[in-house]
T-cell receptor
Framework: GESVGLHLPTLSVQEGDNSIINCAYS??????FIWYKQESGKGPQFIID?????DKRQGQRVTVLLNKTVKHLSLQIAATQPGDSAVYFC???????????FGAGTRLFVKA | EPEVTQTPSHQVTQMGQEVILRCVPI?????FYWYRQILGQKVEFLVS????????KSEIFDDQFSVERPDGSNFTLKIRSTKLEDSAMYFC???????????FGSGTQLSVL
């Protein structure tokens, strides 16, 4: 079936360290993957995305890695800041599927 | 920057009552969605809407739910007879195309008593 899940429900990192948030997906037909950040009381906010024809994409302080062989997605945040504290969701979309399915979320705590 | 707006931010209703949640998607977007999130849980897909019809819906989106785009700017979710378990945060989202990133509103917190 189609599902997206996360390996760790919470992650605690020291300010300035790098963070890595992992995600496993099960639908091999998914071809578009997205990371969203959700702060308390707000809707999910787009961070970075990647299509299945790529295995790495970099943004400002964030990198997404896609391993289609093992159906694994990760989000790397460089030099994590207190403002990065939030819940991070990976999500997948299948072309023509008209829906984006979210994983369970990982809560990132950044210690000052 | 354009944004998705939702009203009201909070809605309290009695079980069995009808509620309408309202959304104004980003103006040049063509795809519209409703999601819900029960406190502390993941964001669940409800329905997608394109070209004035439902494109896809989840098992949650039963006969008690309906969506409508009554004019060129609003997108609504109606729950006909609310149940206690409908209590959740409801998010509206829009995108410029299928397979593109979603832009979410701030949500409507629905509490069914």
């Amino acid at each position: 079936g189609e599902s997206v899940g996360l390996h760790l429900p919470t992650l605690s990192v020291q300010e300035g360290d790098n963070s890595i948030i992992n995600c496993a997906y099960s639908n091999s037909a998914s071809d578009y993957f997205i990371w969203y950040k959700q702060e308390s009381g707000k809707g999910p906010q787009f961070i970075i995305d990647i299509r299945s024809n790529m295995d790495k994409r970099q943004g400002q302080r964030v990198t997404v890695l896609l391993n289609k062989t093992v159906k694994h997605l990760s989000l790397q945040i460089a030099a994590t800041q207190p403002g990065d504290s939030a819940v991070y969701f990976c999500a997948e979309n299948m072309a023509g599927g008209f829906k984006t399915i979210f994983g369970a979320g990982t809560r990132l705590f950044v210690k000052a | 920057e354009p944004e998705v707006t939702q009203t009201p931010s909070h809605q309290v209703t009695q079980m069995g009552q009808e509620v309408i949640l309202r959304c104004v998607p980003i103006s040049n977007h063509l795809y519209f969605y409703w999601y819900r999130q029960i406190l502390g849980q993941k964001v669940e897909f409800l329905v997608s809407f394109y070209n004035n019809e439902i494109s896809e819906k989840s098992e949650i989106f039963d006969d008690q739910f309906s969506v409508e785009r009554p004019d060129g700017s609003n997108f609504t979710l109606k729950i006909r007879s609310t149940k206690l378990e409908d209590s959740a945060m409801y998010f509206c989202a829009s995108s410029g195309g299928d397979g593109e990133k979603l832009f979410f509103g701030s949500g409507t917190q629905l509490s069914v008593l």
